[in-house]
């Protein structure tokens, strides 16, 4: 097969891993520093053990999701360099100091601190062991920021100028705030509140189902309720803005998305449709007439361009249409059952005991909901650039490996095999820790002293 | 050498800042995949011991590897492509390594009980995956990617050589930071890494000028071979001091840092040693730091960058050092 398909191929398997795991962490960071604030708030012993209950459960989802992640980020720092060659040798003066940051200012953050506040409670003082949650939190989320600021920047090209054929800086500003970037990191920052409330609700939500709850799932499973509900709309504004933001810079991507191929006023919002490339039309097409053009131009009438004016440069119709109407559908389903959930759990007077079986086991169903509608946005970025891996300016196919193809295809089949069996054991050991999550650790909890090493001192248990 | 500007004495930094975050990946991610491979031979309450003494740092240790690659893409865009093509199968395979150990660390403590051995083996096969694949690459850079009969022997002999030296640093680690019976195995298995191990460095030391005649030339000539004989009879002198001191109760009680600290100097010479035998390329006889190099005003943004955080991430892994300084506890997420 060909190489630099192969090479592609390769890269979407590693970034589609690797992305379901800062998914949650970026968030899941900052909702931990909430259960062990809430923990040290408390004022009654019982609400204090349950927060505390809480943030144990979720710490160990936080550090298995983050040593995922580590391990398929540095195998993704490899992959720069294994499978695009020509990308850093041509924009390494501009990408290069955008990951150099990301490493800087972010890796080294998340990983300094994650030992003091994973295994640092019976070490530090109270107030240490928050700054070092704080510091992951913070660590993880700058981690986006600056790889964000380059994937934005490879999607709406700014600040710089060519020489040779090389890319310079001409201004950093520009370049890390390219037209596109605020949009996009809103757009992951909230998809990945709404994958970690999701987490949250359904991994509660079926501890309720198996009867193996304590007060403490309730106490996620409404945190993660009232979280998703603020994020889902507030998705649906920032995705509506993303969409102009991308209609003006890339409109040979919207066009794909929205699967017009002629320039059309008034184009229908199509629901249905299998997009056929090498025909250049839609088959089995059933849409909402005008509505395209009312959300895009905000206006019924407004034009739309389509796919032939973008001839032999643009992405490919059907993967981006499908994406799409996947992570927009599973967007309105988070919205639905967020809004329905909490609707129901407060007439219920906010006890999760009434909330009916099947409620909960929607909610169990949706648990990881945020992967599918993040990969999915993902692909329509991604995907959605082709056949350019800077938008306009470098084509993707010029800057593949020269590996033999046989090599990548090898080293593909192995990342496929050791991602898949990670995946099921990771999925696996989360439904496991759920449901064992009090009988294994949690004995001792009504005795906590974390954060205090005197009292441990005292015990004798702290050499 | 003086009189050269500081845009061509960029270059020369970021190869230094590159080899410094490399050593101190070897040294540090060297002794937690050293414990890794050593917990073969141990007994499950060991193992979670041996767990508990490198949870804290293996993240941050790993990190290291990141920014000496990164460096690599940023500041030597072509040597990183060069270098990454010719390694690639065993890039990956380190790659595998690395994601099974890693993952596997979280799991053995996490996944159902049953399931915990099938975690040990893969965190162990992980370690040694990975160390054997950095052995090769490290003999493949060294030898300079050349071509013939001899270099996958000499590749070959660094690939066991170098997870021999990680088996060596990880066993006087846990000398360090255990106590009881564990230790006294951590003694012994030090004991027996010891000869491979320096029997591997002086085979290196042997056929690296032997297969390269830039670092035959560099090496012995006078008066050059004076000056820098020093390295090796300093590295000699550590590692029989490392052989003594295991021998001695000294190891068990208040110098039981000291083997480890000696390996520390080891690595660090065998460090400048082998700078010594390459500078001024990236790759050798083929692109030198000056030709591989990036734009000067990309290297003098990441040099403001390094300049400020550098310092920060030395101040705070010290600090994540001194919290979990002693012997090992359980590690809980208590």
């Known amino acids: 097969m060909d190489a630099v398909f192969l090479a592609r191929m390769q890269f979407a398997a590693n970034i589609t891993f690797h992305i379901l795991f800062p998914s949650i962490s970026i968030a899941l960071g900052w909702v931990l520093l909430f259960f062990r604030v809430k923990h040290l708030r408390a004022t009654d012993p019982q609400q204090k053990l349950e927060w505390l209950r809480a943030y144990r459960l979720w710490t160990k989802v936080f550090a298995l999701t983050f040593a995922l992640g580590v391990v398929s980020g540095v195998t993704m720092s490899f992959q720069f360099g294994t499978n695009w060659p020509g990308y850093m040798e041509r924009v390494g003066n501009i990408a290069g100091p955008l990951l150099g940051y990301e490493v800087l200012t972010a890796f080294f953050l998340e990983a300094g601190f994650l030992g003091v506040m994973l295994f640092g409670h019976r070490r530090v003082g109270e107030m240490v062991h928050l700054g070092a949650t704080f510091l992951v939190a913070f660590g993880t989320l700058m981690s986006a920021f600056w790889i964000l600021a380059l994937n934005s920047w490879m999607q709406t090209p700014a600040g710089y100028e060519i020489v040779d054929g090389q890319f310079h800086a001409r201004s950093w500003l520009e370049i890390i705030f390219n037209p596109s970037f605020p949009y996009r990191l809103v757009h992951m920052v909230l998809a990945s509140a709404l994958t970690c409330a999701f987490l949250m609700i359904g991994i509660s939500a079926w501890q309720l189902l198996k009867g ?39 409109p040979q991507k919207i066009a794909a998305v929205e699967g017009i191929w002629e320039t059309t006023r008034g184009a229908p919002l199509l629901l249905f449709a299998i997009p056929d490339d090498a025909a250049r039309t839609n088959r089995f097409e059933w849409g909402i007439p005008k509505l395209a053009s009312l959300i895009l131009r905000h206006d019924p009438d407004g034009e739309l361009k389509g796919l032939n004016e973008f001839p032999s440069a643009h992405p490919p119709v059907l993967p981006l249409f499908w994406s799409f109407r996947i992570m927009v559908g599973t967007g309105i389903l988070m919205l639905l ?7 129901r759990h407060w007439r219920d007077g906010w006890d999760f005991a009434k909330m009916p079986r099947p409620m909960l086991g929607i909610f169990a169903g949706m648990t990881f909901a945020g992967w599918v509608a993040t990969i999915a946005g993902w692909y329509v970025t991604e995907i959605g650039r082709q056949p350019f891996i800077v938008s306009g300016l470098i084509r993707t196919a010029d800057v593949a490996s020269r590996v033999p193809s046989s090599s990548i295809a090898v080293t593909f089949a192995i990342y496929v095999a050791v991602y898949l069996a990670l995946l099921a054991a990771y999925v696996g050991v989360l439904k496991y820790m759920a449901e064992t999550a009090d009988k294994k650790s949690y004995a001792s909890a009504s005795t906590d002293l974390a954060g205090d090493p005197q009292e441990y001192q005292r015990r004798g248990e702290f050499a | 050498m003086i009189s050269m500007s500081f845009d061509e004495l960029l270059p020369l930094i970021f190869i230094g800042l590159m080899g410094v975050s490399l050593l101190v990946y070897v040294v540090s991610d060297g002794y937690d995949l050293g414990v890794g491979m050593l917990m073969h031979r141990a007994t499950p309450e060991e193992r979670d011991t041996m767990v508990a003494s490198i949870g804290p740092f293996w993240d941050a240790n790993e990190t290291w590897l990141v920014l000496g690659v990164g460096l690599l893409l940023v500041a030597f865009p072509k040597a990183h492509g060069l270098v990454l093509s010719e390694l690639y199968l065993p890039t990956t395979l380190m790659l595998v390594g690395l994601i099974l150990r890693g993952a596997a660390f979280d799991f053995r403590v996490k ?9 040990d083996r893969l965190f162990i096969a992980g370690s040694m995956l990975a160390s054997v694949c950095q052995g090769w690459m490290l003999g493949r850079y060294v030898s300079g990617f050349g071509e013939g009969w001899n270099y996958p022997i000499f590749a070959g002999a660094i690939a066991i050589a170098l997870p021999m030296a990680y088996a060596l640093l990880g066993a006087t680690w846990l000398v360090m930071k ?46 050059a071979i004076i000056a820098v004989a020093s390295i090796p009879i300093t590295t000699g002198i550590a590692l029989l001091a490392v052989r003594l001191l295991l021998g001695s109760p000294a190891a ?26 390459i500078y001024p390329f990236v790759v050798i006889d083929r692109l030198t730091v000056w030709q591989a190099a990036s734009s000067p005003e990309s290297l003098k943004i990441i040099l403001i960058g390094v300049s400020i955080t550098l310092p920060v991430i030395i101040a705070y892994t010290g600090f994540s050092y001194r919290v979990f300084r002693g012997k090992t506890i359980e590690l809980d997420y208590a």
């Open chain 1, 212 to 250: 193996v709850a304590t007060a403490s799932a309730s106490r996620v499973l409404r945190t993660g309720l009232i979280f998703a509900a603020l994020a889902a709309p507030a998705q649906m504004v920032a995705g509506d803005f993303h969409g102009l933001n991308t209609l003006k810079h890339q």
């Open chain 1, 337 to 343: 059952v967020s809004w329905i959930g909490l609707w």
């Open chain 2, 111 to 119: 996944a159902k009980a049953d399931r915990k051995v099938m975690w």
């Open chain 2, 178 to 223: 255990t106590d009881g019976p564990l230790q006294d195995k951590a003694i012994e298995w030090s004991k027996i890494a010891w000869p491979p191990m320096v029997l591997g460095l002086i085979l290196i030391s042997m056929a690296t000028p032997w297969i390269s005649e830039s670092v035959r030339v560099r090496w012995f000539t006078l008066p």
């Open chain 2, 252 to 277: 068990r009680g208040g110098l039981c840092w000291l083997p480890f600290a000696l390996l520390v100097l080891v690595f660090f010479l065998s460090f400048l040693g082998l700078s010594y035998s």
